[in-house]
C-alpha cells in the first residue's frame, strides 16, 4: 500500500539557523513527490516537486528539497529559516499510473524569534 | 490568472441538512479534486473529477457527491450532515500532467469552513 510518513507533529527551530522538514514515502514504481504550505486559514499553496532528474529541487520562499531514492526520503530544506516561514507543511505522493495524491499527516513548523 | 475559488467561504448547517458547496478551477484546468481537511484526521481525498467524469474516489460514506460541468466548475454535495463533517472542505485544480502522466502540481482554493450544529 502507498503511504507517506511525516514523522514530526511539530519542529521548532530559531530563526536564522537552518530548518529540515521529514518525509518518508512507501509507493510502488517511481514516484512524484510534492511539498505543500498552509498558512493560517488559508488553503494549501505549492512548494516545489520532484518528477524525475537532479534529485535536489529547488522551490518557493528559498525552500528546497532532496530526493534520497534509497532511503525513500523526500526532505524539506531551507538553509536559514524566517519568523514567517512558521505554517503547516505537508508532503504528498502520487505516482504517474494513479492521480490521486497520497498526503502526510502535516508538520507544524514554529520559527522562533 | 485568477486563482481556485470556492463558495461559500463559511457555512453553518444543522444535523440532518444538506450542503452543496462550489469550486471554480483555475482556467484550462480540467482536473478537480476535493479534500476534508479536519485537525484529528488531517488531510482527506473525497474525490477527483475530469472532463465531468469521477476518476477517483476516497474512502467516504455515500452521503458525499460530487459532480463537474462542462466549463470544469465543481459542486460537492453533502447530504444527511452529521456533527462530525465539520471541517475545512478544499478545493483543488490541476492541469493535464506532465509527458502523457494523469497529474502535476495541484492549485488549491482557500476552502469553505463548515461547521454542523
Known amino acids: 500500500a502507498q503511504s507517506v510518513a511525516q514523522p514530526e507533529d511539530q519542529v521548532n527551530v530559531a530563526e536564522g539557523n537552518p530548518l529540515t522538514v521529514k518525509c518518508t514515502y512507501s509507493v510502488s514504481g517511481n514516484p512524484y513527490l510534492f511539498w505543500y504550505v498552509q498558512y493560517p486559514n488559508r488553503g494549501l499553496q505549492f512548494l516545489l516537486k520532484y518528477i524525475t532528474g537532479d534529485n535536489l529541487v529547488k522551490g518557493s520562499y528559498g525552500f528546497e528539497a532532496e530526493f534520497n531514492k534509497s532511503q525513500t526520503s523526500f526532505h524539506l530544506k531551507k538553509p536559514s529559516a524566517l519568523v514567517s516561514d512558521s505554517a503547516l507543511y505537508f508532503c504528498?505522493?502520487?505516482?504517474?499510473?494513479?492521480?490521486?495524491?497520497?498526503w502526510g499527516a502535516g508538520t507544524k513548523l514554529i520559527i522562533k524569534p | 490568472k485568477a486563482g481556485v475559488t470556492q463558495t461559500p467561504r463559511y457555512l453553518i448547517k444543522t444535523r440532518g441538512q444538506q450542503v452543496t458547496l462550489s469550486c471554480s478551477p483555475i482556467s484550462g484546468h480540467r482536473s478537480v479534486s476535493w479534500y476534508q481537511q479536519t485537525p484529528g484526521q488531517g488531510l482527506q481525498f473525497l474525490f477527483e473529477?475530469?472532463?465531468?467524469?469521477?476518476?477517483n474516489k476516497g474512502n467516504f460514506p455515500g452521503r458525499f457527491s460530487g459532480r463537474q460541468f462542462s466549463n470544469s466548475r465543481s459542486e460537492m454535495n453533502v447530504s444527511t450532515l452529521e456533527l462530525g463533517d465539520s471541517a475545512l472542505y478544499l478545493c483543488?485544480?490541476?492541469?493535464?500532467?506532465?509527458?502523457?502522466?494523469?497529474?502535476?502540481?495541484?492549485?488549491f482554493g482557500p476552502g469553505t469552513r463548515l461547521t454542523v450544529l
Open positions: 504528498a505522493v502520487s505516482m504517474d499510473s494513479n492521480y490521486q495524491l497520497i
Open positions: 473529477y475530469f472532463s465531468e467524469t469521477q476518476r
Open positions: 483543488a485544480s490541476a492541469p493535464p500532467g506532465l509527458a502523457g502522466g494523469l497529474v502535476d502540481t495541484q492549485y
